[in-house]
């Protein structure tokens, strides 16, 4: 059983890897054609270049690169690299090479801006000005724009978001509803690098979401609308460990912040769909450890037992994550979910088959009942996992109160009488009570 400090261990190593995009101020994208070209930072303002010979190991050259260069580039040349992106059109594509000369003008806007913002505040006023931010959106939306294309305004937008520093640039950055729009443009998500590019973006965003940059997140008007969390939450249960792990990163920073009418939102919305999506996940994860359990044969199997017994319990431990931020509202919703989706109707229901024989497969609902060993195992997790009251007292009153409240009877599964169980009955004087038969099944499986 691996314990949950090595999952912690394991979520926050995934969270804390960094997935593609550049980190350096060299902007570059992977499958554009022909060589690197020489970093646009060494033309752009001159690095290390003197009058001599040009030695790189000269003192006069280390010299220079550690002063703050003064730039060649001048707010001309942006001028015109402005110009050049603003009358790009989407037919343009037809014409050979506009798709690397679109890169090329892209990187160098974007190289000069970073450099801008930290050391001459007029270039992102030109950007600002021009709503260059916004030409970008519409660039990466046009849909016969090539992947590299799109790769290269994904990289770029990242980078931006990640490097400015200026309070007033990142409001800009964030205004205008440009992030929403970002966010809900369509792509191929099916394309592995594509959607990585896209996530490390969100992950951006996500970083640049507090108390004071909420208003720009999330649209009360004309409906209410949370863009960045909506769509992580559709990754939720993404194949890629690195995706999913910044889809829980989203969310839980989602849920820390303190807005009234965003909370009331993204309750909803948990409410409707997000919490039930986690629950049957979970569900069928626990249902892929039990088949693997039941055709483990040899040592390759046993390892693939272990794939699906972390990836439940690292699920699990995201959860628990939600419970622990002490959210009200949000956990009784979560814990009614994961009770009805998944602790009674298939883990409970495996302790329900303990007293007899288990159902063969096709025999109806009950055939997604866990083995008992599996079963007990997995309410073992959770009881180590979660420390929440209002979803563990359930759970343990269903398994341990010799009387159930009716209300919990009628959801709990029961076992069979004509399998060797009893059938609920009335407790005398307490007409609110029944008798739980899923108690000494339980017990039953514990000997």
């Known amino acids: 059983q691996t314990s949950r400090d090595t999952c912690q261990s394991r979520a926050c190593a995934a969270d804390a890897h960094e997935l593609p995009v550049a980190s350096s101020p060299r902007l570059e994208v992977t499958d554009c054609k022909g060589a690197s070209t020489m970093s646009f930072f060494a033309n752009l303002f001159n690095f290390g270049q003197s009058g001599g010979s040009g030695d790189n190991s000269s003192p006069s050259r280390s010299s220079r690169a550690s002063a703050a260069p003064g730039p060649s580039y001048n707010f001309e040349r942006l001028q015109q690299l402005y110009d050049r992106l603003s009358r790009f059109r989407e037919s343009d594509l037809d014409k050979g090479g506009e798709g690397d000369a679109l890169i090329e003008t892209v990187r160098q806007i974007t190289e000069a801006l970073i450099w801008g913002e930290q050391h001459n505040s007029q270039f992102f006023d030109f950007f600002c000005e021009k709503s260059i931010f916004s030409d970008l959106v519409r660039v990466l939306g046009l849909r016969r724009a090539p992947k590299k294309v799109k790769l ?14 200026r309070q007033t640039s990142v409001y800009y950055i964030l205004s205008n509803n440009h992030v929403n729009r970002l966010m809900s443009t369509q792509m191929d998500f099916e394309d592995e690098e594509v959607l990585a590019y ?32 909506i769509e992580a939450c559709k990754f939720f249960s993404h194949k890629d460990n690195m995706v999913r792990a910044t889809v829980r990163t989203i969310t839980l920073q989602v849920y820390r912040l303190e807005d009234q009418q965003m909370r009331r939102f993204v309750l909803r919305h948990a409410a409707e769909s997000y919490f039930a999506q986690l629950a049957h996940h979970l569900r069928d994860l626990w249902l892929r450890l039990d088949a693997a359990a039941a055709s483990a044969a040899d040592e390759d199997d046993l390892s693939a037992v272990q794939r699906e017994n972390e990836l439940q319990q690292d699920l699990q431990i995201y959860l628990s ?15 009614d979910r994961l009770l009805n989706g998944a602790l009674l109707p298939v883990l409970l229901a495996g302790v329900a088959g303990a007293s007899g024989p288990r159902p063969a497969p096709g025999a109806g609902g009950a ?24 979803l563990l007292e359930p759970l343990a009153s269903s398994l341990l109160w010799p009387a159930v409240p009716a209300a919990l009877a009628y959801v709990l599964p029961f076992p069979e009488a004509n399998a060797g169980g009893n059938s609920p009955t009335v407790v005398d004087g307490e007409a609110d009570f029944v008798s739980n038969p899923l108690r000494d099944s339980f017990l039953a499986a514990l000997r």
């Open 367 to 390: 055939a997604r009942a866990l083995a008992p060993h599996v079963a007990l195992f997995l309410i073992r997790q959770v009881l180590d996992t979660f420390h929440s009251p209002v």
């Open 321 to 335: 994550d939600v419970f622990e931020l002490g959210i009200a509202e949000l956990n009784e919703v979560l814990a």
């Open 198 to 229: 896209y996530i490390t973006l969100m992950k951006s965003l996500a970083m640049r979401l507090d108390s004071e940059t909420i208003k720009f997140f999330f649209i009360q008007h004309p409906e209410p609308t949370f863009p960045l969390y």
């Open 152 to 165: 290269q305004l994904l990289q770029t937008l990242s980078m931006l978001i990640q490097n400015i520093r």
